[in-house]
């Protein structure tokens, strides 16, 4: 599980926006691309979120770290078997082998701690979620504004083409329009709020952006290990 953590959240702030393709941002010829997420992600407002999430959650979230960090410890002497400080992977290949016992100890260990985690991490999650939401409902009529300041007749997706110049790229743009549009957002969700399923999908793709800046950084780090105990993946509210 990819624990959620005040540190984690401050230091993502704007990370989303390394998704957006560098190079100028004048569209070509009446078409243009923009990348939906990138745009959302990267918007000031969700930077500010995350920043108020941290401090507003943060005894959830440092609870929620500690537990992660025991089970993260229990996890590891398990797999350790040779106790030798380190998981190989001939450890971690032998907890996954059908009906290990090291396996069984390592499912079971989780199952009990990770309700508790999330549990702690929801709220936090919720309001991740509700800020995305918001900054999404702003995305068209920011497209919009662009599409008639650059007089843009056609807007595609990087994904729906093979090849476009740099220049064809106005997702820039359009973060610069929902900043300006959308300076901040709540993170305090109505009662019983759930979020759409785009929403999840989102944020799932924005954690993934931390855990992925966060393996980078372990990996980095003096003294890491060969291999690391079995990742679990933490869980995004489900979408309506």
Known sequence: ?????????????????????????????????VQPDAAILSAK????ANQQIATTYKTQLDQA??????LNTQLRTLLDTNKDG?????????????????????????QKAEPQIESLQRPATLAQAYAIEQISQKYDAALRAVV?????????TPNAIQYAPP????????IAEIDRSTPTVTITPPANWQPQQDTVQLLQQYRQIVAAN????????PG?????????TGKAPQGR
């Open 1 to 33: 599980m990819k624990t959620i953590t005040k540190t984690s959240l401050v230091a993502a702030a704007g990370m989303a926006a390394a998704l957006v393709a560098g190079g100028a941002v004048a569209q070509t010829a009446g078409i243009a691309t």
């Open 45 to 48: 407002a969700f930077d500010a």
């Open 65 to 70: 770290a500690s537990q992660q960090t025991a």
């Open 86 to 110: 380190q998981v190989s992977q001939a450890e971690l290949q032998a907890a996954q082998a059908p009906n290990s016992a090291i396996g069984n100890q390592i499912r079971a260990a989780q």
């Open 148 to 156: 008639n300041a650059k007089k843009i007749s056609i807007v595609l």
């Open 167 to 174: 220049a064809t790229d106005v997702t820039r743009d359009v």
């Open 214 to 221: 966060a393996q980078r950084q372990a990996q980095a780090a």
């Open 224 to 232: 890491a290990g060969a291999a690391a105990a079995p990742a679990t």
